[in-house]
């Protein structure tokens, strides 16, 4: 076990007196955790795993966060996500990054406020600098945009590929692992506040996560 993770215990953060779980006498009720959580916690293990494969597609890294349900608060899912995705091995992760999809080439936000031919020109520039970035690193493009706003997306996304061209493979595997981690915990914190069944979020998994899905047991 990694020295930044503490174990836990068997029945997960829940179950931590103090940390959202048993009821301390003299406290207040914890209070109830978001609906999808509510529902992550309570799902079938194969549900469960199955939507959190949409979030990020590494059997490893779903698995090791259902075990450890259920969880009192979005908070402490996200901790146990991040410790997760430090305990994927070499192979683990590249299966990872090679599993998320190609960002989309054409996003609205992007163009909305770009003339038809400086559209045309960012589309061109961002399909080349993806490929380019595809084929030297083998895997796709990933950034987090959670704190970018819409009208500097595309600005933002082509000078980072073109920086990040040119890291060395071992050093842009860092980065990428960085950037999937966030991306993985937004997706996370989306589902656990969603009200929609876990069987709806299951199917609208990746094409990596939906491989996973179906050889679970």
């Known amino acids: 076990m990694p020295p930044h993770r503490s174990p836990l215990p068997p029945g997960g953060l829940g179950s931590l007196g103090g940390l959202g779980g048993l009821l301390i006498p003299g406290r207040a009720k914890p209070p109830e955790p978001p609906p999808g959580l509510a529902t992550l916690n309570a799902a079938?293990?194969?549900?469960?795993?199955?939507?959190?494969?949409?979030?990020?597609?590494?059997?490893?890294?779903?698995?090791?966060?259902?075990?450890?349900?259920?969880?009192?608060?979005?908070e402490a899912l996200?901790?146990?996500?991040?410790?997760?995705?430090?305990?994927?091995?070499?192979?683990?992760?590249?299966?990872?990054?090679?599993?998320?999809?190609?960002?989309?080439?054409?996003?609205?936000?992007?163009?909305?406020?770009?003339s038809a031919q400086s559209a045309s020109a960012a589309y061109t520039a961002l399909s080349a600098a993806h490929s380019a970035y595809e084929a030297r690193f083998g895997h796709p493009f990933l950034?987090?945009?959670?704190?970018?706003?819409?009208?500097?997306?595309?600005?933002?996304?082509?000078?980072?590929?073109?920086?990040?061209?040119?890291?060395?493979?071992?050093?842009?595997?860092?980065?990428?692992?960085?950037?999937?981690?966030?991306?993985?915990?937004?997706?996370?914190?989306?589902l656990a506040r969603n009200r929609r069944t876990l069987r709806d979020e299951s199917g609208e998994a990746t094409h990596g996560a939906a491989e996973h899905a179906a050889h679970l047991a």
């Open 44 to 74: 079938p293990r194969r549900d469960a795993v199955a939507a959190l494969l949409t979030c990020c597609a590494s059997l490893p890294w779903a698995e090791g966060i259902a075990a450890y349900r259920p969880y009192p608060d979005i």
């Open 78 to 114: 996200l901790a146990a996500a991040e410790e997760a995705s430090y305990d994927l091995n070499s192979a683990e992760l590249d299966l990872a990054l090679r599993s998320e999809p190609s960002m989309p080439l054409t996003p609205a936000s992007y163009l909305a406020k770009r």
């Open 143 to 190: 950034i987090s945009l959670d704190a970018v706003a819409p009208e500097e997306s595309l600005d933002l996304v082509l000078s980072d590929i073109r920086t990040r061209l040119g890291n060395h493979p071992e050093d842009e595997r860092t980065v990428a692992a960085d950037e999937l981690r966030l991306i993985a915990g937004s997706r996370l914190a989306r």
